[in-house]
């Protein structure tokens, strides 16, 4: 109830888009432009083992070779991708990197984005009050990782994917490409061949990862493509909530983010992945933003397994994603939660493929969508059963909301059963945000942007309460922000 | 005291208040009774603000203020209560938050103080419990699987709850057995006041005998054709509306 109010007064208090400042930071640039000597550049940057450049180099040759996929429903301006810088860094000491080494424009970028990167300030909030390890990804590079230490007594692995290939070569060699394949798709492939950096998290057996653990995005150089990628490894029986946070500065320029994110749940293993994404969506007349075009995937290989998703999907210019789970474990559970919202002239083609391959493995889909303005929403999912997968449950349900006259909204559903024990099921329903409802809400005090914000976090209860309680506000808050000047 | 002078009132290009004129003094219940199709629920929604109904004549003034000039959530600020024939389902939100966010919505716009979460609840409680609600019920999404009785109790809550100044009821007996309307015209009764001014607007005579009214006006072709005591309300019932009916053309 707190959360409604205080969505109420931040519609009154904030702007658009509040995140849509530059910094001027000192950074280094690779050359503009993408080549084999681009990939050998970024891999030496980051003093990558020979097998890693080999992998890298090897996807550039796959990636060369594939085309980009046109079957989403969403138009966009063609992306050079020789017109773009593939490494932009802040420049700063090489080896360990303490607070005080990290440039102050960049802290002063954090603090403005409302992120806790001093340990201490975290420790000094409310008592009781959950904390959380943040590690910043500021373009190319990761800037600063929190309780690193004491996520290590507890043996829980996080750091940046660069150091990890350096400080743990076989663990990330086991595991990377072994869910999203270098070849699975043209971003992927591209991802592959120029990550520059990202999150790595691995849990041990039978631990309950201390905090919630959070990477938090920033696209700030212009002309910049951001490949980040982030591999999680939750080995049996462990437990780990992970979320990650984008925002970009606003830039009447498109911006590439092609990102992966690789999850492996082995036996009993559970993992909880939450995404708030609020890049910039480009200005009112469809100008600018970021391209979002990033495949996650999770591996729920260990029997009893558990991957959820949750996904609040605000901004962006142009969506195309697809969290998704392979239920390779007998008893694997996979969940899929996502708000996906539009305004303007964004466009989100946006879903989850859920692939029964384990027995009396299960899946539960809900999917909201809110379209607002002159905006355009696509559901896309796949429920798939292998033949050998009995007892196979699955539960979908997509609704849509539609704001005003000019937005559109899309349900596609793939399923595919091939095995007769399993039981699917699928609702959808569309509706249009009504006229008495917003004037029933006005009758009792609340503005029309008021009204719109109860109205539509309403719509939206279910996902939200799947986020953890922290972002959960943040989120609320977000949705009444994203639909300012929908209505009249 | 509410001051209605010629109204004219359009819905679409459609006239359908043609010249209403009306005063109700605070701390009077006015009963509007009149043929289904005379305007009665326009005249609700064009006192309380809703879009598509356009006042193209005349003025509403109520306590000083010029009331067609407002939005309708300042009309709500100002004590304006609309109880509607058919509250409206508001899914995912819960009756208790839908009803504190107006509230305190009311009370920034008015400069007040809002209502912190423990004082609000104890006034549901007491405010439910007059109206023989179950306080589980009100953690349910607004009015969505509420019966028809259940809704216009909702209404009364909110009304209670509110603390409007000028009150509103459309049809409130439409759909209530007789110990709901019991009920629901008690929670009206406890909310009368000297400073409070109540139309109540019905087609039955029925709901007049649990809330007295002051005056009683009939509306017919979109203007009041007469007004008296609540002694007309039961010449109504017995003759019926109509004499009050434009002769067929």
Request: proline content about 5%; overall charge negative.
């Amino acid at each position: 109830m707190a959360a409604v109010k205080e969505t109420i007064d931040t519609v009154a208090e904030l702007e658009r888009y509040k995140y849509g400042f530059t910094s001027d930071v000192e950074q280094e640039f690779a050359p503009k432009g993408l080549n084999a000597d681009i990939v050998r550049f970024i891999s030496e940057k980051k003093g990558e083992p020979e097998w890693m450049l080999e992998w890298r180099l090897a996807a550039y040759e796959r990636w060369l070779a594939m085309e980009e996929p046109t079957w989403a429903a969403v138009k966009y301006e063609p992306v050079d991708y020789q017109d773009l810088f593939y490494y932009a860094a802040p420049k700063q000491k090489e080896g360990p990197k303490s607070l005080d080494e990290v440039d102050p424009e960049i802290l002063e970028v954090y603090k403005k984005l409302g992120i806790p990167l001093k340990e201490q300030e975290v420790l000094a909030g409310v008592q009781g009050a959950p904390r959380v390890a943040v590690d910043a990804v500021f373009d190319s590079v990761s800037v600063v990782t929190t309780f690193k230490e004491e996520l290590a007594k507890a043996g829980v692995i996080f750091m940046p994917i660069s150091e990890a290939l350096r400080e743990y070569p076989e663990l990330v060699r086991q595991y990377l490409g072994s869910v999203v394949p270098v070849s699975d798709n043209y971003f992927a492939a591209l991802n592959s061949a120029v990550f520059s950096d990202g999150s790595f998290v691995y849990i041990p057996p039978g631990v309950r990862c201390p905090m919630e653990l959070s990477t938090y995005f920033r696209i700030n150089a212009s002309q910049t493509g951001q490949f980040e990628r982030t591999l999680i490894i939750a080995d049996k029986g462990s437990y780990v909530s992970y979320l990650e946070g984008c925002t970009a500065p606003m830039r009447d320029e498109n911006q590439l983010h092609a990102a992966v994110v690789e999850i492996v749940a082995l036996d009993d293993a559970e993992v909880k992945y939450s995404t708030v994404q609020n890049w910039y969506p480009g200005d009112a007349e469809g100008r600018g933003g970021i391209y979002n075009f990033v495949t996650k995937r999770a591996d729920c290989r260990g029997d009893r397994s558990k991957v959820s998703w949750t996904q609040v999907e605000t901004g962006s210019a142009v969506t195309w994603k697809y969290p998704s789970c392979i239920l390779k474990g007998e008893e694997s559970s996979g969940e899929f939660y996502s708000i996906a919202i539009t305004n303007g002239h964004q466009q989100a083609d946006t879903g989850t493929k859920m692939i029964h391959l384990g027995k009396n493995s299960k899946s539960r889909i809900i999917a909201k969508a809110v379209s607002a303005g002159k905006s355009d929403s696509t559901y896309r999912g796949l429920v798939s059963v292998h033949p050998k997968a009995t007892g196979v449950r699955n539960f979908t349900q997509c609704d849509s909301l539609l704001i005003g006259k000019e937005c559109g909204s899309h349900t596609i559903p793939y399923i595919e059963a091939r095995n007769g024990s399993a039981q699917l099921e699928h609702e959808a329903t569309t509706t249009r945000l009504s006229d008495d409802q917003l004037f029933y809400a006005q009758q009792r005090g609340l503005s029309q942007e008021e009204a719109v914000a109860l109205l539509v976090n309403g719509f939206v209860r279910d996902v939200l309460q799947e986020l953890p309680m922290e972002f959960a506000v943040e989120a609320q808050k977000l949705v009444a922000i994203s639909l300012e000047g929908s209505v009249g | 005291m509410l001051k209605i002078n010629n109204l004219h009132v359009s819905v679409g290009d459609k006239p359908i208040l043609k010249g209403l004129t009306l005063d109700v003094p605070a701390g009077e219940v006015h009963a509007i009774m009149g043929p289904n199709g005379a305007g009665k629920s326009t005249l609700g929604y064009a006192l309380s603000g809703r879009p598509g109904y356009e006042a193209t004549e005349g003025s509403v003034e109520w306590a000083g203020e010029d009331l067609l000039a407002l939005e309708p959530a300042e009309r709500a600020a100002k004590g304006v209560f609309l109880s509607f024939q058919y509250p409206i389902e508001i899914p995912g939100v819960p009756a208790l938050t839908f009803v504190r966010t107006a509230l305190n919505a009311q009370k920034r716009a008015r400069g007040e103080e809002e209502v912190a979460a423990p004082a609000f609840l104890k006034l549901v409680r007491e405010a439910s419990k007059a109206l023989k609600m179950d306080f589980d019920m009100l953690k349910r999404p607004l009015n969505v699987g509420f019966s028809g009785g259940e809704k216009k109790r909702m209404e009364i809550l909110q009304m209670a709850l509110l603390e409007p100044s000028l009150l509103i009821l459309d049809e409130t007996d439409s759909g209530l057995d007789i110990d709901a309307l019991r009920i629901v015209s008690e929670g009206v009764n406890a909310l009368r006041r000297p400073d409070r001014a109540m139309l109540v607007i019905t087609h039955y005579q029925r709901l007049l005998d649990y809330i007295k009214p002051d005056r009683v006006h009939v509306l017919a072709g979109g203007r009041i054709v007469a007004s008296g005591g609540p002694e007309l309300a039961h010449q109504l019932e017995a003759e019926g509306y109509d004499k009050y009916l434009p002769e067929p053309a």
